[in-house]
């Protein structure tokens, strides 16, 4: 089921996921997640561990953020552009190091992210 009934309410999504990052408030980054949480992205590999790219539920997910956050001190995303699917959406922002990011988001039916594959312009990697 697609918690996003509305390009209003995927935009409003959108932002406050956003506003989440940019205040750098990890509980409230972390809201947008249920505890068994999968995420992928090319970072994992470089705040967790070489041979990974991917973590697995909240606690792994909160040390993962918490690494991001103090690896850029300067972080602030910019909304680009968001696309909705039946139970999917990919948020489009501007990222850290002038880097263009892409995160296909799956939802529960409570709204929550539990599944993420961030990826990156293959130009600012």
């Not at 750098?24 to 809201?31: E, H, N, P, S």
């Not at 501007?94 to 130009?123: C, P, W």
């Amino acid at each position: 089921m697609n918690p996003f009934v509305s390009p209003q309410k995927a935009q409003a999504f959108a932002s406050d996921w956003i506003a989440a990052w940019n205040s750098r408030d990890l509980d409230c980054i972390l809201k947008h997640y249920p505890p068994d949480v999968e995420l992928s992205s090319p970072f994992v590999s470089r705040l967790i561990n070489p041979n990974q790219n991917s973590v697995r539920g909240m606690a792994v997910l909160r040390v993962y953020f918490t690494r991001a956050l103090n690896a850029y001190p300067d972080l602030c995303f910019t909304f680009q552009q968001i696309y909705v699917g039946a139970d999917s959406l990919i948020l489009e922002y501007n990222s850290v190091e002038g880097r263009v990011a892409s995160e296909m988001m799956k939802f529960d039916d409570a709204g929550l992210i539990t599944q993420v594959y961030a990826h990156y312009s293959a130009t600012s990697l």
